[in-house]
């Protein structure tokens, strides 16, 4: 166990950081102590990234997953030996879906619905991805506060909602709305690509890297120069998503020609 401190210590930044790690090797623990599923509450991408650098430490079977494919927020599970497959229905999936119906004519954004979950007192840790759709807006949530949301959850800023709950099976994730861009590049390190992709200057696209608001694929990358590939996924946190769809050949200057995609 002191050589799962000392990662901790590593890895985490502030108390809070550590107190979280430290209740995930608690969890990882109690899954190969005693032989049953635990799990954490909803990760952001940057404690997704911390548990998965403590993963390496603590071995066993776990797994990641928010509800979907590509989910942002996601629980980290510990499955005991036994079981084979994550359970995504049932008592023993931690997570359900909160369907928000606006009215018609209304126009509720995440923020709307963010601020207003807020708003009722809630912790963030206890909500997953806010999908916005037509019909209002599909949210998942830990079942503890499914009750509570179904009966106090009546209003989003200024406008009335009607809500329920539905399976995980029934989630409606829209579609990404893509825009296309087209740029030169003169590597294809992750610093120049972000620029590309976030409309930042090549200095400040490094800066947001090195402290930790760029991830690729998911996982958070320190690394400037790191070199990224077709179909990698690029996440600025606070700003958007990307792809690199495609390296398009070079410039009459030498330079890189990429196709990149911004989502949203």
Sequence with gaps: MAKISDSIHAIAQTQEERILLAQIARKAETTAEKGYLTCTRFLDMHEHAMAARLLRELGGKAQFWGGYDHAERQILFFLPDWMETLPQEGEDCPMTVIRCLQHKGDNLTHRDYLGSLMGLGLRRDGIGDILVGDHGADILVLKEIAPYLLTQYTKAGRKSLQVEEISLDQLMVPEEKVRMLRDTVA??????????????????????????????????????????????????RGTGRGEVDEMLGESKKGRIVVSLKRFG
């Design 187 to 236: 590597s294809m390190r992750l610093d120049a690509i972000t620029a590309s992709l976030f409309r930042l200057s090549r200095a400040k696209a490094a800066d947001a890297i090195r402290s930790g608001k760029v991830f690729v694929n998911q996982q958070e990358c320190l690394r400037p120069d790191k070199e990224v590939q077709e179909k990698d996924r690029i996440t600025l």
